[in-house]
Structure formats: C-alpha cells, structure tokens
C-alpha cells in the first residue's frame, strides 16, 4: 500500500522540478539580431561594434547601430553618450556629410543607433573616416578610424545647388523593398551650412513624377507630393509603381514659399528632371 502512495507523489515531485527549472532557464538575448557586423573600432579598453541590415556602409542613407564592449570585462557598456563625424577626404579638402544624433535603440540595453548619409565615395570605396566620441562616467574618450563606402546600384541620392545658390543634399530612404503597389516613399532633405554641417531642411515640398525611361517614359497614378513630417524630420509622400523594372523619380524641390530650387517638370519636350532618384526592383 505504501509504495501505491509514494509512485504518484513522486512523478508530481518529478514534474514541477522539471517546471521550475525551465522557468529558471532564461537565454541570452541576441540585441544585434538580425543584423550585420560592418565593422569593429578598437580604442584601449573599448571596442565599438558597427552594424546595420547589409553589413557595409553604402552611399546614401544608412541606419547604424553601435555597441560599445569593455574589452577587460567582456560586457557591454549600457549608459555611455555618443557622437560621430564622418569626414570625405579631398584632394585639396575635406568635409563631412549629413547625420543625425546617436540614441539609445528602442527597447534595447546595449544598442545605440543613428544614420550617416554619405553622398559621395572614390571608386574604390576608400577616402572616408568616422570619429566617434563617447562619454563613460563623466570621461571622454574619442577614436579614429577608416572606413569604406561602397558605391550603391542606383542613384539613391542627390547633391545639387538650389536656385538660392544654396547647397542641398537629398536622400531616398524608403521604400527599401519596393512592390507593385502604392508604396510609401520617405526622403531626407538637408542644407550644406558648411563643410562640416548639414541642417534638416524644413517646411519645404518635394514634387513627384515617377516615370518607366525603358517603357515609353509613362508615369503612374495616385502619387502625392512629398511634405515634411515634423516627428522624425523626414519628407512623405505616395509612390505608385505599376510594374517591375526601373523607375526614375523626377523631383522638383520647392522652398516654403513655393519657389523651384531645382527641378523641372516632365513634358513631351522634356524627358525627365534634372533633379531625380532612381529605383529598380
């Protein structure tokens, strides 16, 4: 009679044993999920990994994400302060391209993130460098290092001088996978203040005119202007692809009083825009 007892009072033992120890059982979470490492810049006691979703810095808009690692500790460092400047290295020159701040990555411990246009690079990727500055306890640490950027497929940005005799750079960051739909499109806008700084342009539109050049040059419906967004000073607007293949997005950039900075419209005379993005998918 005893051993009837003792049977089930230990398979229940057995259970909530097993049951308890997978509720203890927590797995490491992978921050940097689903991204690529770029590349990794050691400074003494730190190393700063940069990543985003291709592995390589191109030209255009690039999302990047940092992490700053403690090389005695091997742990990543939570409450640092970061900044970057990226400097293209001239002939006779040098200047650096538009940016944005570095933040902590929603919703993660160990990740910062930020983007960097780049509007130009050499033929071999080479004449770039990024700075990085970083504070760790009230101590300020700054590092140095070359990196390559690789010449993207299409034209994804544009650099041009406005009516206005003003500098601008303009960037096509969405959509990044294109489909045969009315897509999304979101576009930065930045002003040259000098070599070294690149306001966000605001208030201004950015008319669009998507057309086929291999197809008859004919353009498709339901596409709206791009305006500017005051939450995350990007331009939106509606970008209606009928097909697949590639499209050449003539622009026009006008100021917020309605005067063209560059750009003309597409006519039966005039073929495409002297301002334009390209996309092919």
Not at 14 to 19: A, G, I, K, V, Y
Request: net charge negative; glycine share 6%.
């Amino acid at each position: 009679m005893k051993l009837k007892y003792i049977l089930p009072i230990a398979f229940i033992a057995l259970f909530f044993s097993c049951s308890t120890d997978d509720d203890n059982d927590t797995s490491t979470i992978n921050e940097v999920e689903g991204l690529e490492l770029i590349q990794t810049i050691s400074n003494g006691n730190e190393t700063i990994e940069l990543y985003n979703e291709k592995g390589l810095f191109e030209t255009g808009y690039n999302r990047i994400s940092l992490r700053l690692k403690d090389n005695t500790t091997g742990s990543y460092i939570e409450d640092a302060t970061l900044s970057w400047m990226p400097m293209m290295q001239m002939p006779t020159m040098q200047h650096s391209c538009p940016k944005s701040t570095i933040s902590k990555a929603l919703g993660k411990d160990t990740v910062y993130e930020g983007f960097i246009i780049y509007q130009m690079t050499n033929e071999d990727s080479s004449g770039w460098s990024l700075t990085i500055n970083y504070n760790i306890d009230d101590t300020d640490y700054s590092v140095t290092e070359t990196i390559s950027v690789w010449q993207y497929e299409n034209q994804n940005t544009a650099s041009f001088i406005g009516s206005d005799d003003s500098r601008y750079i303009l960037a096509l960051v969405e959509p990044k996978d294109p489909s045969i739909a009315v897509n999304e499109i979101k576009v930065g806008l930045f002003k040259m203040q000098d070599m070294m700084t690149f306001p966000v342009v605001e208030d201004y539109t950015i008319a669009l005119d998507p057309r086929m050049p291999g197809m008859g040059n004919h353009s498709s419906p339901n596409n709206t202007d791009l305006t500017f967004n005051n939450a995350d000073n990007f331009y939106y607007g509606d970008l209606s692809l009928t097909m697949t293949g590639y499209w050449k997005l003539n622009l026009k950039v006008m100021n917020a009083n309605g005067e063209v900075l560059k750009g003309e419209d597409v006519t039966e005379e005039n073929e495409a825009s002297s301002l334009y993005l390209e996309l092919e998918f």
